[in-house]
């Protein structure tokens, strides 16, 4: 079996290219995502409308301005005259305020402030329409705490108080690449011994079967691991992303989910007979899934009923989640054993799996 | 000639195999001493690739017994792994391996120790003047080269028995000539030889042979042997004779 490994290791570096690619795209992309896919928000021009100027409307565009995230670029009486800004994208947001505010709340009558998002972009629409909110009603009830005592709603951030969309990232990055790496390169590793013919030449010497499937992914995991802590350093040194949680307990999630990973490359090893078609499978049967269902691009929660039980099905997922505990929220094992009982069941099945398959094709 | 059942290399009583209701191999019995060039010759799909198959525990028979050394190879397989080399007829050496390290390679699965390989890896590099390519990566060499190496390869570890696929397609007859020499001169050493082969001037080569059909053996006996049988002056003709048969039968 060293002989096994060593070979391995030795097609591994025989091709620096695809060497290149492994180790390199992990870097590329947590820098991408670090750097340029940022959904963190500064100084956003935004407008006010407004009728009349009375001391609490002062008030609220005073704090707005002040804030981080917005800067007040007009003051109109007339929202119609801040359509061609909206076009032209030089205002991303207006804050339309009623007249007569502070009139109106002694009277207790209804107030409706209107904010009128770009949802061209749903999703920075939707922050800053959070962010104005809670400017807006804190305002308001430090001025009239006993008016608005009861609806002041504070919205914090917990844990990722910036919304740094990094510490978002850098779980799912390693995610998709231990899943790429484990997975598809086991997968496909194992299938061109078998297109070769060389599989044949294997399974007729001592070689046991579990002595060929170990000699291929032993190298393999070296890899991911190598990468995994790649990701980690560039993330805690170059990002300042934090890290609550414990280290060993985390290296020992991603050793299991490693597992989990190779397991189902070997079990799609044994469902396919071509490379081609081994890297087909493994990108639509996990690449895409572990991008869209993982819950770390998109919430699982807003998803339709039955795709959150699809979801379910996703090793990545929970992995997510136990990254995420460990690193941003510092939770141990007492909260994460029921994601890490769920990956280690589903090694598992895929292992017995692929053992019975990899028996049927031998007899 | 003497058959006596303890010089028997191998031993193949009523071997079949189906596959669902198509039977690829019918019952056949053959017998092969030590140090014997035995040649399985067919058209494609005749069941000689499923018979060798079968003889190598890649492929549980549906009914009878193949015996290496004595040993039952579909009970005993992991003895019998030891026993046997096997070169395969699509794939011989990890292309992008150089020379030293695929001979490294098989003789570490075959568990020699590294000073084993290393000495024999010289002693055949010497012997066939090959020094200078040990260090190329094997998908430099042109595919005569390869054929031979891949020969080496599996006959690296001094199994008893060597099976090889279809070793010489494609390849130039020059070339085939000069491995065809590299079997002699194994089967001298008393290595056993199993060898299927389309090529027809190759049976005349082997010491034995049984020629396949539809999944039975037709022909069975030494060359000369077999061409007596048929009253046929070369192997083309005792082909067409078979399958002329054939294909009065059908």
Known sequence: MKAFIIKEIRHLLRDPRSLLILIGMPVAQILIFGYAITTDLKETDIAIVRQTNDPLSQLIIQHLDASQWFRIKKIETNSSRLENDFRRGEIRMTVALPDNMEKRLMQSSPLEIQLIGDASDPNTANLLAQYAKGIIRTTVAQSFPSQYSGIQVTSRMLYNEEIRSVFMFVPGTIVILLMLLSAIMTSISLTREKESGSMEVLLVSPLRPYEIILGKVIPYIGLSFLNAAIILLLARFLFGMPFRGSMA???????????????????????????QMAMLLSMFALM?????????????????????????LMPPRWFVV??????????????????????AGMTLIFILLSIKKFKLRLE | ???????????????ERRFGNFTAVNKISFSVRRGEIFGLLGANGAGKTTTLRMLCGLLAPTSGTALIDNTDVARQPEKV???????????????????????????????????????????????LNFGEQADRLTRDLPLGWKQKLAFMVAAFHNPPVIFLDEPTSGVDPMVRRQFWDLIYESALAGTTIIVTTHYLDEAMY?????IMAEGSIKAYGTPAGVLDEFKAVNMQEVFLKIAGKEALLQ
């Open chain 2, 81 to 127: 792994r030891f026993k046997i080399g096997y070169m395969s007829q699509r794939f011989s050496l990890y292309e992008d391996l150089t020379v030293w390290e695929n001979f490294r390679f098989y003789g570490g699965v075959y568990g020699m120790s590294a000073k084993d390989i290393r000495k024999k890896f010289e002693d055949l590099s010497q012997r």
């Open chain 1, 322 to 343: 136990i990254i995420r505990g460990i690193m941003i929220r510092g939770i141990g094992l007492e909260y994460l054993w029921k994601e890490t009982l769920i990956l």
């Open chain 2, 1 to 15: 000639m003497n058959y006596n059942t303890n010089n028997l290399s191998i031993k193949v009583e009523n071997l």
């Open chain 2, 206 to 210: 082997c010491d034995r042979l049984a």
């Open chain 1, 249 to 275: 307990l985390l290296l020992a999630e991603t050793v299991l989910f490693i597992a989990l990973a190779l397991s189902l490359g070997i079990f799609i090893s044994t469902i396919t007979l071509t490379q």
């Open chain 1, 288 to 312: 895409l899934p572990t991008i869209l269902l993982s819950g770390f691009i998109f919430p699982i929660e807003n998803m339709p009923l039955w795709l959150q039980y699809l979801s379910n």
